[in-house]
């Protein structure tokens, strides 16, 4: 609750004077009759998070994203023709990487109820780039679509994980800020990967194809950030030595303040039930991921498209850099949105939609020769990420639950990955050069999601005003911080749309 005084604004939060009768997460949590606190002390307190845990958030999603897009740098600089890839080979590298990755994601499901997850993170970033490294050490197709699996197993922990990573240190009005500063590293890992090709393909003078010191590159870089992680990320707030021990409290208890039950590290089979008996958060938290990815190939297969239309490899760099950069713009764009019209969510996902549809139509359409406008049309096409981190923002906003929300999240990255394993069929090169086909499921699934932003808008307004009613009627139970209990069954929470 909070009260106004001539001190500034107080914040207080009274907690249960019992035992906690099973593990918690963070480990042994010392109890207080009350725990007072002023905004101020929680700005200073954010602001020091912010300056580690951001970051070092960001770093390890703009590793992930560098080794994932590597390759389509790559495909214009050797790497085809060294291995001598033919047919729809090259697809079956995004395949072969994602399938793997859908496959360990159900691993991680319950692997990370029972794991802290910033060890998780820390240890898969190490894993994912040794992985990358030996990428450079391929000799043949085969080779290199083993590695490339292996690739995609280890990186399947990283997304999820960092979802619940800021969950557990940032508030829910706080979210959107912070996953969009994570999720726009992709942008930057394309600006930066695409430039950086460009320089090893100019400077590179030794027998070492590019491709392959490209790939070296970004594992070293990967396995550095991982050991980096690990030693500097504390694995809870209980133990964060940049802060002092009453920050500590207060950066435990301001996120228990909220409707976020803590529910420790107990694999709840209730809850899991729950998901999977047809519950529409969970449900659409798994379309989300697959429309949003299955949308990817415009970015992936940015290469090739421009090199389709004439350009050679060094001018495939220097234009689809600016992608990166568009997409960061509109990553920022719908941050601020947010923050100016923040129950409207969904209507913002709706608008942002648009700009990629109208950029894959362009590409649909336009000729060989129309120059800047398939240039333009690619930057619009790739604008992707701006929808993710508020779909995401949702899910944390929404769901409840530690194991719930642990597998909606987890959820997410299986529609995620499904659409990936089988988008890069429909960009087949050697049957369908224009790419018509993978433009056109686009065109249909930026559709599809439309529609979803709509229905999920009216189930929230509708399920809010039902529970509205039913608490003017009934006397809801009062739960205690730790109780662990998801979005249904306490009925005092209210969904965000």
């Not at 990255?413 to 988008?423: H, S």
Request: net charge neutral; glycine share 6%.
């Amino acid at each position: 609750m909070t009260s106004e005084g001539s001190k500034g604004s107080i914040s207080k939060f009274r907690l249960e004077n019992e035992k906690v009768d099973h593990d918690v997460e963070f480990g042994e949590i010392q109890q207080f009759d009350e725990l007072v606190y002023t905004k101020e002390e929680e700005h200073k307190l954010v602001r020091k998070i912010d300056l580690l845990i951001l970051p070092s958030l960001c770093l390890i999603f703009f590793a992930q994203y560098l080794d994932k897009q590597s390759i389509t740098y790559t495909s214009v600089f050797g790497l085809k023709t060294d291995l001598q890839m033919t047919g729809n080979q090259y697809s079956w590298c995004s395949t072969g990487f994602y399938l793997c990755q859908l496959f360990t994601t159900f691993i991680f499901i319950y692997f990370m109820t029972m794991v802290n997850r910033t060890l998780l993170i820390g240890v898969s970033v190490v894993a994912w780039g040794i992985c990358c490294t030996c990428l450079g050490a391929t000799q043949n197709y085969a080779q290199f679509v083993a590695v490339r699996c292996l690739l995609g197993a280890t990186e399947a922990a990283c997304q999820p994980c960092t979802l619940l990573v800021t969950q557990s240190w940032y508030r829910k009005k706080e979210h959107p800020y912070r996953m969009a500063a994570w999720l726009s590293m992709n942008s930057l890992a394309q600006i930066f990967g695409s430039f950086f090709m460009y320089g090893v393909g100019i400077t590179n003078q030794s027998s070492l194809a590019d491709w392959k010191i490209m790939f070296i590159i970004c594992g070293v870089i990967s396995t550095f950030i991982g050991t980096l992680f690990v030693i500097a990320i504390p694995f809870t707030p209980e133990k964060a030595w940049f802060l002092s021990e009453r920050e500590r409290k207060i950066a435990l208890y301001r996120i228990y303040a909220e409707s976020d039950r803590f529910g420790g590290s107990i694999f709840s089979k209730e809850q899991m039930y729950e998901c999977l008996k047809f519950d529409w958060l969970t449900w659409c938290s798994l379309a989300f991921g697959f429309l949003v990815c299955v949308t990817s190939g415009t970015t992936v297969f940015q290469s090739l498209i421009l090199s389709d239309f004439g350009y050679d490899k060094f001018q495939n760099m220097e234009y689809g850099s600016p992608s990166g950069a568009v997409q960061l713009a509109f990553v920022w764009i719908g941050v601020l949105l947010v923050m100016i019209f923040p129950n409207y969510r969904t209507v913002i996902v709706q608008l942002l939609v648009i700009v990629p549809i109208v950029g894959n139509a362009l590409l649909l359409g336009l000729p060989n020769n129309a120059g800047w406008g398939i240039i333009v049309a690619s930057w619009l096409g790739s604008v992707i990420t701006c929808s993710m981190s508020i779909l995401l923002s949702l899910n944390a906003s929404n769901i409840r639950g530690h194991t719930k929300k642990s597998i909606a999240n987890n959820l997410f990255f299986v529609g995620y990955c499904l659409a990936a394993v089988i988008y890069p069929q429909w960009w087949n090169f050697s049957k369908d050069p224009k790419f018509h086909a993978g433009l056109g499921v686009n065109l249909a699934s930026w559709g599809l999601l439309e529609i979803l932003m709509g229905y999920y808008r009216w189930k929230v307004l509708r399920e809010n005003k039902k529970r509205d009613e039913f608490e003017k009627q009934e006397d809801l139970p009062e739960y205690n911080i730790y109780d662990d209990v998801t979005d249904k069954q306490d009925l005092r929470h209210r969904y965000s749309c």
